[in-house]
């Protein structure tokens, strides 16, 4: 069993944070004359904490948002008689600050920040336990919702460096397309055609001749395979180029193989993507679907893609055979690398991608890239940007 997500690579940070709690338990070995239950209320408010602390590293949305309600309640319950029990408002600060949009994370911690400033006023707490709570709530949460920001600012650097060298590599690789097609193609279709006119010029039933057409017969599909290979340099047409098209594209081709049944569907109003992100959320999309068709036995696979408000979400699943714990805790099959170039991929986006599979129920793999940086900003927004920077100039 993992405490932690293997794929965020939080390292020994999340244990070390765990050391506050401490606060809490221990403050009712210094107040006199603890009764029983409180030392039981102590315990069990101290386990439903870890439970919920762990469980947010994995949480998001409503889950997460249910966390951070339950850290503040357990917050409310046991600040009053428990000094150490406002560790739990900082606690909470801290999983808000990764609330979605940042909007709601932001109200999420001055909610969090009133509640420990009005219990404290109402209850009349004694400022050396009020202090702490009040100042380090805020201090966290901004903290963590600074460290939100700089992640997404980040990502976006590392999507601006990957789009430079992705415009290079593809203006490289169309010049050695143009060159082949100009060069060896047109040369080659030029033999072909000085071969054909010999071969007519022998008599039919002759041997010689025979040979020639079979030699210009594995020529002509030669020359197709490799006008086919200077295509695949080119890049995508911007009709192929929409996500989900694509990724339609791709379940077709394998459907031509497999006998499952497969389908895509889009939620929500399809908006102008990152090249990159576009070309990654494939690339992973693709790596899903190959390993659903080839690997799972599953009668139906889906690719769903939704563009959220918050998120680009690209959902692959099948109702396959499904694979084990012991294999998803590895990262993948000795050998198989699949799952392993999804999750860099993903990390590279500033993507969070899960995948949740029980032998014989399926799996289900699910990438979240963030709006900041999946989506392109529209036309209309740029330009109302850049008028309220000019009034306020």
Avoid: C
């Avoid at 932001?106 to 404290?120: D, M, P």
């Avoid at 460290?147 to 600012?153: R, S």
């Amino acid at each position: 069993m993992q405490l932690l997500p293997p794929h965020k690579d939080l390292g020994w940070k999340p244990f070390a944070w765990i050391i506050y709690i401490a606060f809490f338990v221990v403050f009712p070995v210094l107040k006199p004359h603890t009764t029983p239950l409180e030392w039981v209320a102590t315990i069990a408010a101290t386990l439903l904490f870890l439970v919920l602390y762990f469980r947010g590293y994995w949480a998001r949305d409503r889950e997460l948002a249910f966390i951070v309600v339950a850290m503040t309640a357990l917050g409310v319950a046991f600040f009053p008689t428990n000094g150490g029990g406002g560790s739990f408002y900082i606690y909470a600060a801290s999983f808000a600050a990764w609330l979605q949009p940042r909007r709601r994370a932001i109200w999420s911690i001055a909610a969090i920040e009133a509640v420990v400033i009005a219990q404290t006023l109402v209850l009349r707490i004694h400022p050396f336990y009020a202090f702490w709570p009040v100042v380090f709530t805020l201090i966290v949460g901004a903290l963590n919702l600074q460290e939100q920001l700089d992640n997404a600012a980040n990502a976006r650097l590392r999507l601006a460096h990957d789009e430079i060298s992705h415009l290079a590599k593809v203006a490289e690789r169309e010049r050695i397309a143009r060159d082949l097609h100009d060069t060896l193609l047109q040369g080659m279709q030029g033999l072909i055609w000085r071969f054909q006119a010999a071969s007519d010029r022998i008599p039919p039933g002759e041997p010689a001749r025979q040979l020639l057409e079979q030699s210009l017969d594995r020529a002509d599909k030669l020359l197709e395979e490799s006008r086919d290979k200077v295509k695949d340099l080119r890049p995508m047409s911007g009709a192929v180029a929409d996500l989900a098209q694509a990724l339609a594209a791709e379940g077709e081709q394998l459907t031509k193989l497999h006998s499952a049944q497969f389908r895509v569907s889009v939620q929500g109003a399809p908006r102008d993507l990152h090249p990159i992100v576009r070309e990654e959320g494939f690339l992973i999309g693709r790596e899903a679907l190959a390993n659903a068709f080839n690997h799972s036995a599953a009668a139906n696979i889906e690719a769903e893609v939704t563009y959220g408000e918050h998120a680009l979400q690209i959902r692959i699943r099948d109702d396959g055979r499904g694979i084990s714990e012991t294999v998803l805790d590895a990262g993948g099959r000795p050998g198989h690398f699949g799952l392993l170039g999804m999750r860099e991929r993903a990390k590279q986006l500033g993507a969070n991608i899960e995948v949740w599979s029980k032998p014989g129920a399926g799996t289900e793999i699910d990438v979240r890239v963030p709006a900041e940086v999946a989506y392109r900003p529209s036309q209309a927004a740029t330009r109302g940007w850049r008028f309220r920077l000019g009034a306020a100039s």
